[in-house]
């Protein structure tokens, strides 16, 4: 009898752990492609509507279908104790996770002109860039000259450091975002200089896409994030 009902406890507690676990599997997160917050011509000239297109529904998705691939595996590495299979996923993760990340910014940091994209800066971020880079012309200088010698595919930020109360610029490989450079970087600004960005329309020539780009990006997000991030932060 008392076999019996340890038999008995024994299972309902397994049974428990395998509710809570079928609990868990329900429960995890999975991402999806976010909308574009313009049409997929809007940034023309400055940027092709079939490039946007491109870039939006196949690369960004195809790092977001990875990504929750390498998320769903790694879930049954950890149920199942696979400690060398939990390990092997990082890179997947850091690669199609990044791509996801790097990209949802990257739309944000642009808009059509007749919304204001190009616009330059005005408020603390204006102030703040004039304070660490002379004028924008030069952050910009910067930015393009640090994007056209990043060798192979990556990233060209500009960031706020929140303990250094600074702006830096900052470049990333691949698809590392910009947290893998410091815990205390907030992206405002994120530059894709991957050849996906605008072989299409500008061929090899990096540094022309870079000229223009900036025709096309909006200050107004890139402010917010800075203005969220120092809300007391000095306006000219
Ligand atoms: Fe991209």
Redesign the pocket.
């Known amino acids: 009898m008392a076999l019996r009902c340890l038999a008995t406890r024994k299972t309902l507690a397994q049974a428990a752990l395998n509710s809570t676990r079928l609990t868990q599997s329900r429960a995890l997160q999975t991402f999806s492609l976010p909308d574009l917050p313009y049409d997929y011509g809007a940034l023309e000239p400055a940027i092709s509507g079939e490039i946007m297109q491109l ?1 939006h529904q196949k ?2 998705q195809t790092y977001i279908t990875n990504y929750n691939k390498a998320l769903e595996q790694l879930h049954e590495a950890i149920e199942k104790g696979d400690a060398s299979t939990v390990v092997k996923l990082q890179s997947a993760i850091k690669f199609n996770g990044g ?1 996801h990340v790097n ?1 949802s910014i ?1 739309w944000k940091n642009l808009a059509p002109v007749r919304e204001g994209g190009g616009e330059p800066p005005h408020g603390s971020l204006g102030w703040a860039i004039d304070t660490n880079f002379g004028s924008l012309e030069s952050l910009i200088q910067k930015m393009n000259a640090e994007g056209a010698a990043l060798q192979g595919s990556g990233w060209v930020w500009l960031a706020v450091d929140k303990e250094l109360k600074k702006l830096v610029i900052e470049t990333t490989a691949n698809q590392d975002p910009l947290v893998t450079k410091g815990a205390s970087l907030v992206p405002l600004l994120g530059i ?1 200089v ?1 050849e ?2 605008y072989y299409l329309q500008y061929k090899n020539v990096r540094p022309d896409y870079l000229k223009n780009i900036w025709k096309v990006i909006n200050w107004k997000y890139a402010s917010s994030v800075y203005e969220n991030e120092f809300p007391s932060a000095r306006s000219p």
């Open positions: 870039h690369h960004h791509g990209h990257f894709d991957w996906h960005a």
